[in-house]
């Protein structure tokens, strides 16, 4: 069918549609978990011209700031506030980072007709919504499919479609919808059978994603399941724009490099509207030393990866806005192409990932990052750039982000010292 600008519903997205052609598979369905993304799909497939279609929520990886990391349970009203006005002074904001979003221990009772209160760390959640918008900023919200969320305060088991609606009524941009005690109702429905387990899991998170779409209001719905069962592969039926595909991440080089680089082979699950999840940024937190945090930045930005800064804004050193706020770095990841990097060499702690970027006035274009994951500098002595295997052929004109500088042409068997933790990164054409 014919149809003309507007928003339409297509299995788990919510797309835009600029006046194309669509299959007729497409008009306006709500699939479940069964058709879901075999609709989404297919109809990007069936589309010559579907890079036109976009999604509404996360065409490009999610940018914003999660309270997690640094405040944890302690997070108030006033944490979030201040966030909020220093996204905007420190320039985050213009740099793209425009979620902020309220992790676990926000949730109060609920009230004679089940309807979730905020507790006394956040005394009107309306009022803070309002608030963030007003810095031209979009508020996130945390909530479980159990009864209790990982920090035991109120999860939404038994009230999903409330919840939704109240999240919508505050003006809710987010959710971030984590397992935790959902786990003990698999295991008391199901015991000892692994594949309904996995049926009860889907069909909670599709639960809320219905009840999302009943509210009409745009959100980005994140999934955190730790990475189980494959979710990279049923993620997009049950209408995730992203999933995490690990455990939790923490403000050190070991765990922060270890999931990084435990996503090579993850990169085909990924593209608009859909992404994987390493977890959230920590960058400028615990003790991560400079060279630590550029590579963590480079990793998740070569992995297409949601960009939630999770550190304390009110204490952020220029050295760390510098690295959260590279022009450069962010544009990798937000890339429209939407391609997540991958590995594609590896000689014990030296690995080279590269990411495919939009073509430029005609050109190839790629990023390729090199790192040093082991504990003193390398000099690549016998390591060539592995051109080849990114379809360049012969010399390429490269840029050295980090540095800000142009290298003008080099060839496969460019040299660089890359410092202890470090990593070297070029946008090569
Ligand atoms: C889990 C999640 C974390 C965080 C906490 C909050 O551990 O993986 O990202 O949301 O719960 O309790």
Redesign the pocket.
């Known amino acids: 069918m014919r149809v003309g600008s507007g928003t339409m519903r297509v299995g788990g997205l919510v797309l835009f549609v600029a006046g194309l052609a669509v299959g007729a598979q497409a008009q306006g369905t709500q699939t479940g978990i069964q058709s879901g993304a075999a609709t989404q799909h297919r109809t990007a497939a069936a589309t010559p011209r579907n890079a036109a279609i976009r999604p509404v929520v996360a065409a490009t990886p999610p940018m914003g700031w999660n309270s ?1 990391n640094y405040f944890a349970g302690k997070v108030t009203d006033k944490d979030i506030r201040d966030t909020a006005d220093l996204l905007v002074s420190t320039g985050m904001r213009d740099a793209g980072y425009v979620y902020v979003n309220i ?3 926000w949730e109060g009772k609920r009230d004679a007709t089940g309807k979730i209160q905020s507790n006394e760390k956040f005394p009107d959640m309306k009022a803070l919504a309002d608030y963030v918008h007003s810095k031209g900023l979009k508020l996130g919200i ?1 909530s479980s499919p159990g009864a209790k ?3 035991r305060y109120e999860g939404s088991l038994g009230h999903e479609e409330q919840d939704a609606a109240t999240y919508a009524e505050w003006g809710i941009d987010y959710l ?1 919808y ?1 397992l ?1 005690s959902y786990r003990t109702v698999m295991q008391q429905q199901a015991p000892d059978d692994a594949a309904a387990q996995n049926r009860l899991m889907r069909e909670a998170y599709e639960k809320m994603h219905q009840a999302i779409l009943k509210t009409g209001r745009p959100m980005v719905y994140s999934l ?1 399941q ?1 990475g189980d069962d494959s979710v990279w592969e049923w993620g997009p039926q049950v209408g995730a724009n992203l999933w ?1 595909t690990t ?2 991440i923490s403000a050190n080089f070991d765990r922060m490099s270890l999931i990084g680089r435990s996503q090579a082979g993850l990169a085909k699950y990924a593209g608009p509207g859909h992404w994987n999840d390493p ?2 940024l920590e960058v400028g937190n615990g003790r991560l030393t400079l060279d630590e945090n550029r590579t963590h930045m480079t990793l998740w930005a070569m992995l297409a990866a949601p960009l939630v800064a999770g550190n304390n804004l009110t204490e952020m050193k220029p050295e760390i806005a510098a690295i959260l706020m590279n022009k450069e770095a962010i544009a990798i990841d937000q890339d429209a192409l939407g391609k997540q990097g991958d590995r594609v060499f590896a000689d014990g702690p030296l690995e080279i990932w590269a990411k495919p970027l939009k073509n430029g006035a005609g050109h190839k274009s790629a990023a390729l990052a090199i790192f040093n994951f082991g504990e003193s500098p390398s000099e690549m002595r016998k390591d060539s750039l592995h051109l080849k295997e990114m379809g360049f052929a012969g010399a390429v004109t490269a840029r050295d982000v980090w540095a800000g500088k142009d290298l003008g042409k080099i060839t496969d068997q460019y040299k660089v010292t890359i410092p202890r933790h470090g990593v070297v990164l070029l946008v090569v054409r």
Do not use: N, P
């Open positions: 997690w992790d676990d221990t945390y969320t990982c920090a971030k984590d935790c955190c730790y995490r455990g939790d977890d959230m």
